[in-house]
């Protein structure tokens, strides 16, 4: 059974302060590791996928990187806006499994001004 | 484009009611899911569905039935309302291989 456990549940930063959401999990064959942003009362929205052991990925102030058994985001110099819920996600490979991601429970990052 | 819509945006049931959730894609992807969110459980599957006449069980899929007769479209039918499917119901899509998902902005459920 694919599993995604997110760490930590809750991360409390100042303005500037860097720091990391780790993703760790379990699949049978990873075809696909997602990360999410998700604002209080909407939809997870897209950020990353990640494939293979080794690749990274950057957006603004956010940069994913992945090896076998997890995935890190990492949030440098945050800003207020960057506060939200971060979503993981696994993707098994083979047959109908490219239908199906596996949530962790989130990381809920709060960055205070 | 729309992306992916999802209607209603709330929704309040008594028990033993049933329903239909919506959910419609302009962007002509091939996968189609439902996840239920609850507080401390995640995102957690629902049905899914590959192509258009083919669809299958995720974790949590008692009581919630689903179709999918064209590519845009996959509602999700709660048979008989329970207290427990209170909660939040996103419809998320995907184009073969799926890159990256695509979420509709949910729909709020109250089974009372």
């Known amino acids: 059974e694919d599993q995604v456990t997110q760490s930590p549940e809750a991360l409390r930063l100042q303005e500037g302060e860097s720091s990391s959401l780790n993703c760790s999990y379990t699949?049978?064959?990873?075809?696909?590791l997602f990360w999410y942003r998700q604002d209080p009362g909407k939809g997870p929205e897209f950020l990353f996928t990640?494939?293979?052991a080794g690749e990274e990925k950057e957006k603004e102030r956010l940069k994913a990187t992945l090896t076998k058994k997890e995935s890190f985001l990492h949030i440098t110099a945050p800003k207020p806006e960057d506060s939200a819920t971060y979503l993981c996600?696994?993707?098994?490979?083979?047959?109908?499994?490219?239908?199906?991601?596996?949530f962790g429970q989130g990381t809920i990052l709060t960055v205070h001004p | 484009n729309a992306g992916v819509t999802q209607t209603p945006k709330f929704q309040v049931l008594k028990t033993g009611q049933s329903m239909t959730l919506q959910c419609a894609q302009d962007?002509?992807?091939?996968?189609m899911s439902w996840y239920r969110q609850d507080p401390g459980m995640g995102l957690r599957l629902i049905h899914y569905?590959?192509?258009?006449?083919?669809?299958d069980q995720g974790e949590v899929p008692n009581g919630y039935n689903v179709s999918r007769s064209t590519t845009e479209d996959f509602p999700l039918r709660l048979l008989s309302a329970a207290p427990s499917q209170t909660s939040v119901y996103f419809c998320?899509?995907?184009?073969?291989?799926?890159?990256?998902?695509?979420f509709g902005s949910g729909t709020r459920l109250t089974v009372v």
């Open positions: 996600a696994v993707q098994a490979s083979g047959g109908t499994s490219y239908g199906k991601l596996t």
């Open positions: 990640l494939y293979s």
């Open positions: 998320a899509s995907s184009s073969y291989g799926g890159h990256g998902y695509t």
């Open positions: 962007m002509n992807h091939e996968y």
């Open positions: 699949v049978s064959g990873l075809r696909g």
């Open positions: 569905s590959v192509g258009a006449g083919i669809t």
